[in-house]
């Protein structure tokens, strides 16, 4: 990785805290920190568009990534590599789509202060980034290499790097939109917590696509994530009434659109710059059954377990042909 280009990592799910732009008092309007604030019953969004907040009287936006995950990894880059590390915050409550909308903007302005600061030691500035993504960072960056940026990649892009990125989702996205879930992605969950996540695009596209990431328990029957009808009746249920009968499916069809396009493999052109780090050695959901005959009721208690993963992202998700 060339010390002279900035380098940008992009943080994952839960890996930035939420706040009101606007608050009376600032310090009660911080909504999230991921570990001393959680409050998930504020940072539902709108289930007709989700790229607003569902409450009328708050903005809420991303505010810096969670020091505790990041900040010693940032500060070894800045350290061992270049001290033109930036950490790229984005909501990720949100579509992927949209925060990789919001990187293009970010890598612009670096590379503008990259240059101008060159410029005035009459120096030639960078005219590339690379890019690191931990988890569903590494989303936003394949979405804003192979549907942003496209062809224009070797005039942008230094290097990339994913750790434990989950290219074909991940079963923990499943436990925390099921009735009853007890963990949102490490966390623990409470009711507000599945309330909130049931509205999350950022949720929904971390849905498994790996093969036989999600099987019917009797033989002979098929299945679809991406069908409402393969979910557990009473989910099904509460969503019609909260949300009106058409959100669900709207939310699992954006889910697919999205998964499809992001499962696909990177162009070759991509790849001689690309490095993929994935987790290993921790016990990890391969798979789960659904009992059409029990409500379609998914039976995580006897879920296929082995140690290909970090606990979250399993091998089959996050493991990509990769240069290197």
């Given at each position: 990785m060339s010390a002279t280009n900035p380098i940008i990592f992009v943080h994952g799910i839960?890996?930035?805290w939420l706040k009101n732009q606007y608050p009376v008092d600032y310090?009660?309007?911080?909504?999230?920190?991921g570990i001393l604030k959680k409050k998930f019953?504020?940072?539902?969004?709108?289930?007709?568009?989700?790229?607003?907040?569902?409450?009328?009287?708050k903005f809420i936006f991303p505010h810096q990534a969670i020091t505790l995950a990041y900040e010693s990894i940032v500060e070894e880059l800045r350290e061992e590599v270049t001290k033109h590390t930036y950490m790229f915050t984005y909501d990720w409550r949100k579509d992927n789509r949209h925060s990789a909308k919001k990187l293009e903007e970010f890598i612009k302005l670096v590379l503008t202060k990259a240059q101008t600061h060159a410029k005035q030691r009459e120096e030639v500035g960078p005219t590339k980034v690379s890019l690191i993504g931990h988890s569903m960072?590494?989303?936003?960056?394949k979405w804003y290499?192979?549907?942003?940026?496209?062809?224009?990649?070797k005039n942008k892009i230094d290097k990339i790097i994913t750790i434990a990125t989950p290219y074909y989702g991940s079963l923990k996205a499943v436990e925390a939109i099921l009735p009853g879930a007890r963990n949102f992605f490490g966390l623990e969950a409470k009711k507000a917590m599945r309330r909130a996540s049931r509205t999350l695009p950022g949720v929904y596209q971390l849905l498994p696509t790996w093969p036989k990431a999600v099987v019917p328990k009797q033989p002979g029957k098929k299945l679809d994530i991406f069908k409402?009808?393969?979910?557990?009746?009473?989910?099904?249920?509460?969503?019609?009434?909260e949300y009106g009968p058409k959100?669900?499916?709207?939310?699992?069809?954006d889910a697919k659109d999205f998964t499809d396009i992001i499962k696909k493999d990177y162009p070759a052109n991509i790849l001689k710059s690309f490095y993929c780090i994935y987790g290993n050695g921790?016990?990890?959901w391969k798979q789960v059954k659904v009992d059409a005959q029990n409500q379609n009721m998914f039976d995580f208690a006897k879920a296929s377990v082995d140690q290909n993963g970090d606990g979250t992202v399993h091998k089959l998700s996050s493991r990509v042909k990769a240069n290197g």
């Open positions: 839960q890996g930035s310090q009660d309007e911080i909504y999230w920190t019953g504020k940072i539902h969004l709108s289930s007709i568009d989700q790229t607003v907040d569902h409450d009328i009287e960072g590494g989303l936003v960056i290499v192979t549907q942003i940026l496209k062809g224009q990649f409402q009808s393969f979910w557990q009746k009473s989910l099904i249920k509460k969503l019609a009434d959100f669900f499916q709207g939310r699992l069809d921790s016990d990890t």
